[in-house]
């Protein structure tokens, strides 16, 4: 089990929820098992950070003003089927539970919190997506360390600014599908629309240090990873 929570000591947890109390104590004991803690207070607030953050796992509440949990998890899964979400709720009815799992949400834990069970739920959630489980190889050379957010060439690391990694991280996450300039415009600027030059250069920019040939563009649909072996 331990080896298990050192595990989510390299992830980072978007948690929503409105009640200050319990916000408060959920914060603590979450920044003992996470490298860092999100905390948003509806889902509004949820949605913007995570197109801003790109957290690796989320914790949500079901019932808030603005936007519920059951709402957030549905605009995130239009852009993502990867990210691990689990419900923070009072509701044990059936009829809730069975929602969040139409949803795609990959648990639940019931409150008043069980410290131990919450810890195995956020474990077994994370643990179900293969993309923080290992190392990503990019070519035999060219090696990307998803937890440590580490890009290597020939074992030398090579510097990424911060939205070179999201960057990054947005074309591991879409493996197998091309990213439009609005795609990268609406995860890396979610708060802003930039020019499409600026997108073009950040890319240009990502390309001349790992290497061109990995990140190719495909007429009419986009930009994607071209993983060699």
Excluded: C
Aim: without cysteine; neutral net charge; aromatic residues 10%.
């Amino acid at each position: 089990m331990y080896e298990d929570i050192n595990f989510l000591k390299n992830l980072e947890i978007l948690f929503v929820e409105d009640d200050d109390e319990l916000s408060s104590t959920m914060i603590n004991s979450l920044s003992y098992l996470f490298k860092k803690v999100y905390h948003a207070k509806n889902g509004i607030e949820a949605f913007t950070i995570y197109l801003t953050m790109l957290p690796d796992i989320i914790l949500t509440d079901i019932k808030m003003d603005k936007m519920d949990g059951m709402e957030l998890i549905q605009e995130i899964r239009k852009k993502d089927v990867t990210i691990p979400i689990v419900f923070l709720t009072s509701y044990s009815q059936q009829k809730f539970l069975m929602e969040a799992v139409n949803n795609s949400a990959d648990g639940y834990i019931l409150k008043p919190v069980d410290l131990n069970s919450m810890i195995q739920t956020l474990i077994k959630a994370s643990s179900r997506n293969n993309f923080f489980t290992k190392n990503i190889s990019l070519s035999p050379s060219i090696q990307y360390d998803i937890l440590k957010k580490e890009l290597t060439i020939d074992g030398t690391i090579i510097e990424l600014s911060t939205k070179e990694h999201l960057l990054l991280k947005l074309f591991i996450r879409n493996i197998n599908k091309p990213l439009t300039k609005e795609d990268i415009n609406y995860y890396l600027y979610p708060l802003e629309s930039v020019t499409d030059s600026a997108i073009k250069n950040l890319i240009a920019r990502l390309r001349d240090k790992i290497d061109s040939n990995i990140i190719i563009y495909i007429k009419g649909a986009g930009w994607k990873l071209n993983l060699r072996k």
